[in-house]
């Protein structure tokens, strides 16, 4: 990382996994983190310097919850779009025994997708104009590989995320030239979170990709270094701490969306 972390990065789904590893990372950097998820999720895992923030964010009310503690931070600010929910809310046995998608109720459709997608553009619309009005901003959604959007009895995280990619190419392109950027982040493969409930499928965890991967290249996303990254896709695992920026970026970012991707397989 070029430089010592500065904004006010707001982590959502930020009790376990992803979003608790990120936080962490991110304190570590020196950033203020405001870390946002449902009551009762927080434990003392995160560090004490992480302002808490319990809000239901499928909810307009809870998005303006965590909307109002950014604009009071008075900072630049940086949105990481983490929160969501994988299919062993469907079936904890998802990749060995997968549900089609005609076994789904519609409620089940609708919640994915409340949480996975609505959600993130809830906040991303409330902080955006917060963003644009102080000439610097982050939005940084996470999101899953290409395959995993496409695999077989995964409707409907795939659509969900599916989703979330499009949309943050759309999102990069309305804010093009504004010092607001749009990008995607995801693990690179199947992380060692609560999401993966499937031991038949993973019997072994220490193949998974470790939460803390996310760390490097959302502490680069974060800093000044990236006022010039835009639309953009990183995927952690191929990040290396250990080499400079312009390496990194060879190895582990390529344009988000369905083009010419150097990852569109195992990205």
């Not at 962490?24 to 020196?30: I, L, T």
Request: hydrophobic share 45%; proline share 6%.
């Amino acid at each position: 990382m070029s430089e010592q972390i500065k904004p006010v990065v707001i982590i959502t789904g930020a009790a376990g996994g992803l979003g608790s590893a990120m936080c962490q990372g991110m304190v570590a950097a020196g950033a203020t983190v405001l870390a946002v998820d449902l009551p009762g999720r927080f434990t003392d895992t995160l560090p004490s310097s992480c302002q808490l923030i319990e809000a239901d964010i499928t909810t307009e009310a809870g998005c303006e919850q965590v909307a109002i503690k950014a604009r009071q931070a008075g900072s630049d600010l940086v949105l990481v779009n983490n929160a969501g929910v994988g299919m062993q809310f469907i079936n904890p046995n998802f990749a060995s025994k997968p549900t089609r998608f005609w076994e789904l109720t519609v409620k089940q459709y609708r919640d994915a997708f409340d949480i996975n997608t609505h959600a993130q553009f809830q906040l991303a619309r409330l902080l955006a104009p917060v963003m644009l009005k102080r000439g610097w901003g982050r939005i940084i959604n996470v999101a899953t590989s290409y395959a995993t959007m496409q695999l077989p009895g995964f409707v409907p995280y795939g659509p969900t995320k599916a989703a979330v990619e499009a949309a943050t190419v759309i999102w990069a392109k309305d804010l093009a030239g504004s010092g607001v950027t749009a990008n995607v982040l995801l693990p690179g493969g199947a992380a060692d979170t609560r999401m993966i409930t499937d031991t038949a499928f993973f019997p072994d965890r220490s193949k998974l990709v470790p939460p803390q991967a996310m760390v490097g290249p959302l502490c680069f996303l974060s800093s000044r270094a990236a006022d010039a990254i835009n639309g953009q896709r990183f995927v952690a695992q191929f990040w290396d701490p250990t080499l400079p920026e312009a390496d990194n970026l060879k190895r582990s970012s390529a344009r988000a969306g369905w083009g010419d991707q150097p990852h569109a397989v195992g990205g």
